[in-house]
């Protein structure tokens, strides 16, 4: 255990530096969305992945896989408190509270910088109940990733793919797949490309607007 706990730590510190505050009210496909500045816990827009370091002889830069699963992050379980989801980032996630007991907010990577945040970890009812990335440096459980296509998607979860319209973009698509009690949300835009994901329990990881 305590093996594995500094091998989610070290991944993610690699990736501490360009990683920021939570996530969106209403999502865009064709903008990143606008950060609320006077709302801690609605997370701003993200960044390019520039923590990560491109794999020898390639362009492209590495990517954090393993980490991000069906049960959470890390050592840090959906379920957990935030402490543990502390814990397991190993870096400082703010100081967010909810605005009421119980309510909903996000732990967010700091410093802020003027781009945004990479990824996000959603608290409700004290809990841990969901992750957010808008990063192609993240893997989701299954290998899924920003930037990829519909038709990379639905290979990677063949047969077990639920597709629904966009709340707020004409075109693009919810791409879902369940998981046991968890469950995975890719959103699309009107291109079919992935621009975000998610993932946790329900009925937080349907939530579209994240707290807000």
Not at 17 to 40: K, N
């Amino acid at each position: 255990m305590k093996r594995s706990i500094a091998c989610a730590s070290v991944l993610v510190l690699a990736l501490s530096a360009c990683s920021e505050s939570g996530p969106p009210p209403a999502s865009s496909s064709s903008a990143a969305p606008t950060a609320l500045e006077s709302d801690p816990a609605a997370p701003p827009p993200m960044e390019a992945p520039t923590g990560a370091t491109p794999a020898s002889g390639s362009n492209r830069p590495a990517v954090v896989e393993d980490v991000i699963t069906f049960q959470g992050f890390g050592p840090a379980t959906f379920g957990a408190d935030q402490e543990q989801v502390r814990m397991a980032w190993g870096n400082d996630l703010g100081d967010a509270r909810p605005s009421e007991p119980g309510g909903c907010y996000y732990l967010t990577p700091q410093p802020l910088g003027a781009a945004g945040y990479n990824i996000a970890f959603m608290m409700e009812g004290d809990r841990f109940v969901r992750i957010d990335v808008r990063n192609a440096g993240y893997a989701a459980p299954g290998g899924g990733k920003v930037g990829m296509d519909r038709a990379e998607i639905e290979r990677l979860y063949a047969g077990r793919l639920e597709a629904t319209p966009h709340k707020y973009v004409d075109g693009a698509l919810y791409l879902r797949v369940r998981d046991g009690a968890h469950a995975l949300v890719f959103e699309t835009d009107t291109d079919g490309r992935i621009t975000e994901w998610r993932v946790g329990v329900p009925p937080q990881v349907d939530y579209v607007e994240g707290c807000s």
